[in-house]
C-alpha cells in the first residue's frame, strides 16, 4: 500500500488485448505503460518527441531498466503509472516509476510494479550521448 507523491502520475486502464490467457497482464505490458507514462510526463513539460527529434535532433532512449513485478495486474484495473527524477547528469537522468492499482473498496493504492529507469539524451541522427537542452533541465526542475 502507498500513497502517491509522484511529480507525475498516468491513469490507465488493462485493457483484455493487455492481459494473457488468464487475464494478467502480460509481464512485457508492463514496459509499455512505462513508457506511456514517460512520453505523457515530457509532453506535460511542453515537449513532443517527434519535435524534439526534428527541431533539436533529440531522441530520449533507454539505456537500462531495472523492474519488479510484486502483484499481478488484472483486465479491467484501473492503475496509476508514476515518474519521478531521481538524478539528472549532463546527458541522461535516472527516473523511478511504479505502477499502482486503484483499490475500489479501501480507495488506497497498491504497488504493482517499480522500475528504475536510465534515460541517456542522444543525437537523432547519430545516436550519440548529447547534452539535455537547459530549457527541458528547467521544465523537469520546476516540475519537481
Given at each position: 500500500m502507498t500513497t502517491d507523491t509522484s511529480a507525475f502520475s498516468l491513469a490507465i486502464r488493462v485493457y483484455y488485448e493487455d492481459t494473457d490467457a488468464g487475464g494478467v497482464v502480460y509481464h512485457a505490458n508492463y514496459?509499455?505503460?512505462l513508457e506511456r507514462a514517460r512520453t505523457e510526463w515530457l509532453r506535460h513539460l511542453g515537449f513532443e518527441q517527434d519535435t524534439l527529434a526534428c527541431e533539436e535532433n533529440l531522441?530520449?532512449?533507454?539505456?537500462?531498466?531495472?523492474?519488479?513485478?510484486?502483484k499481478p495486474a488484472l483486465f479491467n484495473d484501473?492503475?496509476?503509472?508514476?515518474?519521478?527524477?531521481?538524478?539528472?547528469?549532463?546527458?541522461?537522468?535516472?527516473?523511478?516509476?511504479?505502477?499502482?492499482?486503484?483499490?475500489t473498496i479501501t480507495g488506497e493504492r497498491d504497488i504493482v510494479s517499480k522500475a528504475?529507469?536510465?534515460i541517456v539524451a542522444v543525437s537523432a541522427d547519430h545516436f550519440k550521448?548529447?547534452?539535455i537542452p537547459d530549457i527541458i533541465c528547467t521544465a523537469i526542475e520546476n516540475l519537481a
Open positions: 514496459l509499455k505503460f531522441l530520449f532512449v533507454v539505456r537500462h531498466i531495472d523492474i519488479d513485478y510484486l484501473r492503475l496509476i503509472t508514476t515518474v519521478n527524477i531521481e538524478k539528472r547528469q549532463r546527458s541522461y537522468f535516472q527516473i523511478s516509476q511504479s505502477i499502482l492499482r486503484h483499490n528504475k529507469v536510465t550521448p548529447k547534452k
